[in-house]
């Protein structure tokens, strides 16, 4: 098995407790209004570290253990375990967000992504772009929808 990091940063005019309750704490209200591709996002527990959240898509679904959430200092862990992105090269991905403040009152998010390969399979960038890109389109997104919308996660 092998190890294949990847890491992205994303500038956002919002703030990081707003996006972080949007991205992690309250994705099952947010995420379905802010992409059509999403139709729901379930918490299986009490949404703490164990619990599933199961998100799922038009064509597809996904589920994420939580692994590590600190919601004082917007930090969340969380590792893919089931999945369309889970496939004959990937046993899971394991994932850091990191929410920061930036100095203009927007946030960065800061996200590691861990992708552990099956036997010798090897990854490159370019096998995981597709993936990272939709993430990124949503998070920005979902921004967007925060910034129309400032009563959400407020």
């Known amino acids: 098995m092998g190890v294949f990091s990847f890491f992205h940063e994303l500038k956002t005019n919002v703030s990081p407790k707003r996006m972080f309750k949007a991205l992690i704490t309250d994705n099952h209200d947010v995420l379905p209004k802010v992409s059509p591709s999403i139709k729901s996002v379930e918490t299986i527990g ?3 570290v164990g ?3 199961l998100t ?3 064509d597809g679904y996904m ?4 692994d590590f959430l600190d919601a004082e200092n917007y930090v969340s ?3 893919l375990v089931e999945g369309d992105a889970i496939d004959d090269k990937v046993e899971k991905v394991c994932y850091e967000m990191k929410f920061e403040d930036s100095k203009d009152g927007g946030c960065v998010i800061k996200i ?3 992708y552990y390969t099956k036997g010798d399979a090897v990854l490159k960038e370019e096998d995981v772009k ?3 890109d939709h993430a990124i389109g949503l998070y920005k997104a979902c921004a967007d929808y925060l910034v129309a919308n400032p009563h959400i996660c407020a």
């Open 56 to 58: 799922n898509f038009s």
């Open 130 to 132: 597709a993936g990272q």
């Open 112 to 114: 590691t992504s861990d």
């Open 63 to 66: 589920k994420n253990r939580v």
């Open 77 to 79: 862990k969380f590792t």
């Open 51 to 53: 619990s599933i959240k």
């Open 46 to 48: 009490d949404g703490g």
